[in-house]
C-alpha cells in the first residue's frame, strides 16, 4: 500500500499509534479500510444562518469569563492543516483524511483553562454534545476543522466547523460545533449516554460502555 504524499509532511500528525507508518500497526482492531468515509450523523443537518452564528467557549474558564467568536472572528484564526486517519465505531477506517483549521490547543491558549478543568463538552447545533478529557483538546492531532480535502465543509460534513478527534472514535468527532463547555468533572455526551464508551479509543477497541472499566467514566 502507498502511503497519500501529504502523509509525510511536517504537518502530519504524531498519532497515538504511527499514524503516518504503513502496515497492520496503522489499523485498529477490528476497523475495515474503506476508500471514503461515509457521511454519518444522528438527525438532520442544521442550516447555518452565517450572521446569528457563533462559537463559545464557557464553563471553568481560568478568568470565570466565557469567550465568543463570530463566524468572521473564527476564520481569521490562524489555520493549519493535518492529515489524519478516521476511525468511525461501525467499523470503517478511512486512511489519510486531510484537514484545515484550528488547532484545539489555540483554542486553549486563547481561553485558559482554570485549573479545575478536567474534561470538556463540545456541543453542536440541536444539543448533540461529546465529551473528552481536556488532555485531548491539547494534543497536536484534534482541531476544529473548517475544511475538508482542500476544500470548505459541506454542511454534512459540519459546515461551518465541526471537530476532528484522531485519537477516538469518530463520534467525538463532533459536526456542527457551536461551543466548547469546561467541565471540573467528567459527564457524559449524547453517545456515551446511549451505550457507548466514554473513552471511546479505537486502539483499545473501547466500543461500548458494557466495557467500561472502574474509572472509564461517570456512572450511568
Ligand atoms: N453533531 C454531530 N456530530 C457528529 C455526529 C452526529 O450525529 N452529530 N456523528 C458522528 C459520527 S458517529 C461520525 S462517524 C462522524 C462522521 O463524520 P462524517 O459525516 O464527516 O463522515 O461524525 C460524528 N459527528
Ligand atoms: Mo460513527
Not at 70 to 86: C, I, N, V, Y
Not at 96 to 123: C, N, Q, S
Not at 176 to 196: N, S
Request: negative net charge.
Amino acid at each position: 500500500m502507498t502511503q497519500p504524499d501529504s502523509a509525510m509532511s511536517a504537518a502530519s500528525v504524531p498519532g497515538p499509534r504511527p499514524a503516518d507508518a504503513d502496515g497492520p500497526d496503522r489499523i485498529p482492531p477490528g476497523q475495515v479500510v474503506q476508500s471514503s468515509l461515509p457521511v454519518t450523523h444522528y438527525g438532520p443537518v442544521p442550516v447555518c444562518h452565517p450572521e446569528a452564528w457563533d462559537l463559545r467557549v464557557y464553563g471553568a474558564t481560568s478568568s470565570g469569563d466565557g469567550h465568543r467568536w463570530t463566524l468572521p472572528e473564527f476564520l481569521a484564526l490562524p489555520s493549519s492543516e493535518m492529515m489524519a486517519d478516521f476511525h468511525c465505531v461501525t467499523k470503517t477506517t478511512v486512511l489519510g483524511i486531510r484537514w484545515t483549521g484550528v488547532p484545539t490547543a489555540d483554542v486553549l491558549a486563547a481561553v485558559p483553562p482554570a485549573p479545575t478543568a478536567t474534561h470538556v463538552m463540545v456541543w453542536a447545533d440541536y444539543g448533540y454534545g461529546a465529551n473528552l478529557p481536556i488532555e485531548i483538546l491539547a494534543e497536536p492531532g484534534t482541531m476544529l476543522a473548517t475544511g475538508r480535502e482542500g476544500r470548505g465543509l459541506s454542511p454534512e460534513r459540519g459546515y461551518p466547523v465541526r471537530l476532528v478527534v484522531p485519537s477516538r472514535y469518530g463520534w467525538k468527532s463532533v459536526k456542527w460545533v457551536r461551543a466548547i463547555e469546561y467541565l471540573a468533572q467528567d459527564r457524559r455526551g449524547f453517545w456515551e449516554e446511549r451505550g457507548y464508551h466514554n473513552v471511546a479509543d479505537p486502539w483499545r477497541e473501547q466500543r461500548y460502555s458494557y466495557q467500561e472499566q472502574p474509572g472509564d467514566g461517570p456512572d450511568l
